[in-house]
């Protein structure tokens, strides 16, 4: 039997759906994922569906793409333009919305710009190709920033001199915080991010926990894992019990990965960062510290990031931080659909209005 199977079995989804109709309070409640794959497997396993009525999924800021302000796409298209640089990045980056343009587009009108599958691919382009800079869009939540920071003590290592980051990179908490602080967001409890909490450790969530009496809980990404994360918050709820609770045991521990921390932590320094559609948040994003700053790709090339707008009509912020479905929006699926995005929500593969086109979910 593969390994996964047991978290796939639809008599164990049947089992635990039972269970979560049986503790669930009534009323009106909400549960927030902040973790794209969690956006994607709840709409792909239809699990809205099976919750019992009162009981709402919705989503939060859990996909980094859809998170990352205009200002760093404008930052890497100038860049771009600069003669001899390369920006590498992931493929998702590609479609975003800049203020005029995509990436994408200024690669079809002869800029040089990579796709990579891992950030260390770009430390054997520098080595090959000395005459030219290599620029990493910088973006991802506590799983991919130990990597990155990787990345830049091996380049430190290698004594690479044409190696630079556009550092856009968030962290999960201060997010978290900032979304229950502004009490624009009604939310009983958070479905933790299951990758982010491999490196993290489901004991950070603690904070949250105790600060605004919410139960977390870690999920795997297995519809069963998904719904035993749902039940513990259900009967969390009910019992009025917040704490943190990790029911993603086979991957997930209380302390994390000690050693991507240290990782990220000697490279990188929190200072306060906008997230696209939240706005400012006090220790959420990263930079380069003292020592790396020679790696920094807006000091190189002396770009300042100024604020930009959101499309007309795009509410990619409201449905960033929960308020409203993505179905509520006026563009979506007209003039906003996966080929033809208009806010970063409908270009990520992990966003949430290109996982409820993409599934049909109806949830206005
Ligand atoms: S990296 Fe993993 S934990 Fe983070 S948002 Fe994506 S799927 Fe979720
Ligand atoms: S449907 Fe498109 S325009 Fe509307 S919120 Fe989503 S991404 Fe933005």
């Known amino acids: 039997m593969h390994k996964q199977e047991p978290f796939r079995n639809k008599n164990n989804v049947k089992a635990v759906t039972e269970k979560i109709k049986r503790l669930y309070p009534g009323g009106s409640r909400k549960l927030m994922e902040v ?3 969690h956006t994607m497997a709840i709409a792909r396993y239809g699990l809205r569906d099976l919750m019992p009525d009162g009981l709402k999924l919705i989503s939060g800021p ?19 333009e600069i003669p001899g640089n390369v920006i590498v990045t992931f493929g998702d980056m590609l479609r975003v919305p800049g203020s005029e343009k995509t990436l994408e587009v200024c690669k079809a009108e002869g800029a040089d710009v990579r796709v990579l599958y891992s950030v260390f691919d770009m430390l054997e382009m520098a080595k090959k190709e000395k005459d030219k800079n290599f620029i990493f869009i910088s973006v991802g939540f506590e799983t991919t920033t130990p990597g990155i920071a990787l990345s830049v003590l091996e380049a430190g290592n290698r004594e690479l001199s044409n190696i630079f980051y556009l550092v856009a990179n968030r962290l999960v908490i201060p997010a978290m915080d900032a979304l229950c602080g502004s009490g624009e967001t009604e939310i009983d409890g958070f479905i933790c991010p299951g990758h982010v909490s491999v490196v993290i450790g489901y004991g950070a969530y603690r904070v949250i926990a105790d600060k605004y009496g919410l139960p977390c809980v870690v999920a795997g990404f297995e519809p069963v894992d998904i719904l035993l994360a749902i039940s513990e918050l259900v009967e ?24 991507a921390m240290e990782a990220m932590n000697r490279v990188f320094k929190p200072v306060t960062a906008e997230w696209r559609g939240i706005g400012s948040i006090p220790g959420s994003g990263l930079v380069l510290r003292k020592k790396f700053i020679r790696f920094d790709a807006l000091k190189k090339f002396q770009i300042e990031l100024s604020s930009v707008p959101d499309p007309p009509g795009c509410r990619c912020p409201e449905v960033l931080k929960g308020i409203m479905a993505p179905t509520e929006c006026g563009l979506f699926g007209k003039r906003c659909r996966p080929e033809s995005p208009v806010g970063p929500c409908m270009v990520s593969s992990e966003g949430s209005c290109a996982a409820y086109y993409k599934y049909g979910v109806d949830d206005g």
């Open 35 to 37: 973790c794209g794959t």
């Open 62 to 80: 859990g996909c980094p793409v859809c998170v990352t302000p205009v200002s760093i796409i404008n930052a890497a298209m100038a860049i771009s």
């Open 236 to 259: 969390r709820v009910s019992n009025k019990t917040a704490g943190v609770a990790n029911a993603y045991g086979r991957v997930v521990t209380e302390k994390g990965n000690v050693n």
